[in-house]
């Protein structure tokens, strides 16, 4: 095989199906991984001839794509995770790593060879944010086995490295449960983050911002500021498989529901709302599209949906989500509606909310099933003191308006006194 004078063979099999040759050498040493968003500008021609098919730089607007997944041609694939940022290099690539037999018509014929200068602009690591705002980044250094995804409780076993500005302030083995890796002083982040490994897997995880880093209250020991950049190096070595839903008989559903409910009790009495919230939420998933013709299971069913529905209000009110809080007290007297937990916890997020009457009518209602609830009749009164100072304040500011009003029609009806 004759390679051309300035080219190397960059395949792993040595068969020559890509050329690489640098045109414009980097003083950068890092290169993209599987992952990275890249950004690059090209031109791409026929080697046979040198025409030329398509160009980046004609339209005056880099091209974008995700290194490593099948989103380009196989050998851009390759090339391009040979550069470094603000390289610029040349490649020789085979049908067999382009365009294969077919080609692209019409500008590239079947089995064409074709030469692309590629320059390397910038890269960053694949957004997996769930907002997709560029706030948890992923890159690659070693894939894992394909589909093989930890999924919610699962046990994984991971080596992690955490740096903040090129200092490790972690570096150790753990194996937890997803989902409560802050119990091992993981930020939400690298939990959520896990979720999109594979077994085997190894990657770098970026996360900014306040939610998925440690926020404001980073634990001490870390010697971490506020809202602090993380990058995690994480290694998936194993992990124990849940079965998904779907995948579970009834009676199988009942059991692990029980268990994500009493974990969800343990983590509310120590008062780690958001651990309880992931737990009572876990059981809503596994159990609200239950359908079991069994009495005796269907019975357990709503018994444990019921409960689970008024924890996650009850969570999502001492986290001052209130409106999510009347959504789950809904839920839950969709099941029981003469539930008095679940009217008084959607009265009070109504109060809370600034909404005394519409409160004042849920506490009256549970005046309706339990004549002598005191905590019913004293939010009564709070309601309606609301609504008082509420009438009070209308008063005021329509009097307030009207006098303006007044002045304004004296104003205008008085004599003129010019000349």
Not at 320 to 339: G, H, M, P, V
Request: net charge negative.
């Amino acid at each position: 095989m004759n390679i051309p004078e300035g080219y190397t063979d960059i395949t792993r099999q040595k068969d020559g199906g890509v050329l690489k040759k640098i045109l414009q050498p980097t003083t950068s040493l890092e290169k993209p991984k599987i992952g990275a968003n890249v950004k690059v500008h090209y031109v791409g021609t026929l080697n046979a001839d040198g025409t030329k098919f398509d160009s980046s730089r004609d339209r005056h607007a880099a091209f974008e794509f995700i290194l490593g997944k099948g989103q380009v041609i196989r050998g851009w694939d390759i090339g391009v995770a040979t550069m470094k940022k603000g390289e610029k290099a040349d490649f020789i690539i085979k049908a067999e790593y382009a365009y294969g037999a077919a080609g692209s018509p019409p500008k590239i014929p079947g089995g064409a060879t074709l030469n692309f200068e590629v320059e390397l602009i910038d890269w960053c690591g694949e957004d997996i944010s769930p907002e997709k705002d560029g706030s948890m980044r992923r890159e690659t250094i070693v894939p894992g086995e394909p589909l093989t995804n930890p999924n919610e409780t699962s046990t994984c076993t991971v080596h992690v490295v955490g740096e903040h500005e090129g200092r490790v302030f972690m570096d150790q083995e753990i194996s937890f449960i997803l989902g409560e890796g802050s119990e091992h002083k993981l930020p939400e982040g690298v939990d959520k983050a896990l979720r999109r490994f594979t077994k085997g897997e190894k990657s770098v995880i970026t996360i900014k911002g306040t939610r998925y880093t440690y926020g404001s209250n980073p634990p001490e020991e870390f010697n971490l500021p506020a809202n602090a950049t993380l990058n995690f190096t994480i290694f998936l070595k194993d992990f124990d498989k849940v079965p998904a839903t779907w995948e579970m008989c009834p009676a199988d559903k009942i059991t692990h529901a029980k268990e994500a409910k009493d974990r969800g009790t343990a983590f509310l009495s120590e008062g780690k709302v958001k651990l309880a919230l992931i737990k009572y939420k876990r059981v809503e998933e596994i159990l609200e599209y239950e359908k079991s013709g069994d009495p005796e299971e269907k019975k357990e069913r709503d018994t444990l949906l019921l409960a689970a529905f008024l924890n996650i209000a009850l969570c999502y009110s001492k986290l001052n989500e209130q409106l999510k809080c009347t959504e789950f007290c809904d839920k839950a007297l969709e099941l029981s509606a003469r539930n008095v937990k679940a009217l008084y916890r959607k009265g009070t997020a109504l109060l809370t909310m600034n909404e005394p009457e519409e409160a004042q009518r849920i506490f009256e209602e549970i005046l309706e099933i339990e004549a002598d609830n005191k905590a019913a009749q004293q939010q009564i009164l709070v309601c309606k003191s609301k609504v008082r100072q509420y009438e009070q304040r209308a008063k005021k500011q329509f009097k307030g308006m009207f006098e303006k009003l007044s002045k304004g029609e004296d104003e205008e009806s008085a004599p003129s006194t010019s000349a």
